[in-house]
């Protein structure tokens, strides 16, 4: 179907929660490529063909994303069924250079690490930019089809009745703001430093694994990229100190970012409105992944973190606050449910 003949193909290790099987594909003289087989029942052709889509915009405009092919037939989604199961099968480019992680964390050599903050920034607001002119064949889905009180009543336990009062009162907040051009539009949904890798060379950042991607608001991405950020500063015990760091940090991240796209400084002030949503992102599909693999719902010190900072409004994940600690760093006291 891909033209895969005489590549190395090669199982890439699942990460927990993955939710597809994919292989690396390598052929001298050609670029390496990555295949992804989708198995699970829980998005449609539809999704995958939206998902798709948009990359393939993306790419075209112009945006630092790993293309999708297209397949023999002209098709950037094939599906295969075999015994009654349908797969749903791509094809991308596999980005060049690798994960922070695969680094050690240790940033491109002789370049200052405000510019990797800078290139953040950037390639978020030109996705973003080009986002805004952006009209889908096939619609993914919308914020408020996965987040919904509805949903949230069904999927976490009665016990935890201030929680969920929390989250409906934030899915209320959200209603009431603005779902304009410049403010709403397709997002990646999963900013961060797992899902796009550096050319240690150039610097540039390749941006793959739009999976949870939907329409949403820009600031979403941005809070996203906020949070991934505490890991850089989530050991130093000075509170003061790590405020400092965050700020500094963000304000770089926001000049990449408004070097190729506009957000209203109205949208800024609400980061830590919006650092709140990452949260119940988290805590959803934490309580998701339990119900899916069939477990008892429990929370772990993890969970119990970011309940306890939802449940007492605690801003900013309680990073600058008196529950952080920085030696067991976003961890709380095991609750029951």
Excluded at 52 to 67: A, C, K, P, Q, T
Excluded at 305 to 311: G, H, N, Q, R, V
């Amino acid at each position: 179907m891909f033209e895969l003949e005489g590549y190395e193909i090669q199982l890439i290790p699942a990460h927990e929660g993955g939710r597809n099987v994919v292989y690396t594909c390598e052929k001298e003289g050609e670029d390496a490529k990555i295949l992804r087989i989708a198995f699970l029942p829980d998005r449609s052709r539809e999704d995958f063909l939206g998902e798709v889509e948009y990359i393939r915009y993306l790419f075209e405009h112009g945006g630092s994303v790993s293309d999708v092919f297209s397949s023999r037939k002209g098709n950037l989604l094939e599906e295969i069924t075999h015994n009654n199961h349908t797969f749903f099968v791509c094809l991308f480019e596999k980005a060049k250079g690798k994960m922070l992680v695969e680094n050690n964390y240790r940033y491109r050599e002789g370049a200052p690490i405000t510019e990797y903050y800078y290139n953040c920034g950037k390639v978020l607001g030109k996705l973003h930019q080009i986002s805004k002119g952006y009209m889908p064949v096939h619609r993914r889905h919308h914020f408020f089809d996965k987040f919904n009180t509805e949903y949230i009543d069904k999927l976490l336990p009665d016990s935890l009745s201030l929680l969920k009062e929390k989250l409906v009162e934030l899915l209320n907040t959200l209603e009431g703001l603005d779902r304009n051009q410049e403010t709403f539009g397709m997002i990646h949904f999963d900013y961060n430093d797992g899902n796009y890798s550096i050319d240690f060379d150039t610097g540039q950042i390749t941006v793959y694994d739009f999976d949870n991607s939907c329409f949403g608001w820009y600031m979403y991405d941005l809070a996203d990229l906020w949070r991934g950020a505490v890991g850089w500063i989530q050991f130093e015990p000075d509170a003061g100190k790590r405020k400092k760091f965050m700020d500094d940090y963000f304000k770089i991240v926001l000049e990449g970012y408004r070097s190729e796209t506009k957000i209203e400084d109205s949208m800024l002030d609400k980061l830590s409105l919006f650092i709140k949503v990452t949260l119940m992102e988290n805590i959803v599909e934490r309580f998701k992944d339990m119900r899916d693999n069939g477990e008892e719902p429990e929370c772990d010190e993890e969970l119990s973190y970011l309940i306890k900072c939802m449940e007492d409004d605690i801003p900013y994940m309680g990073f600058f606050h008196e529950i952080y600690s920085c030696e067991e760093p976003f961890e709380y006291e095991e609750r029951n449910i």
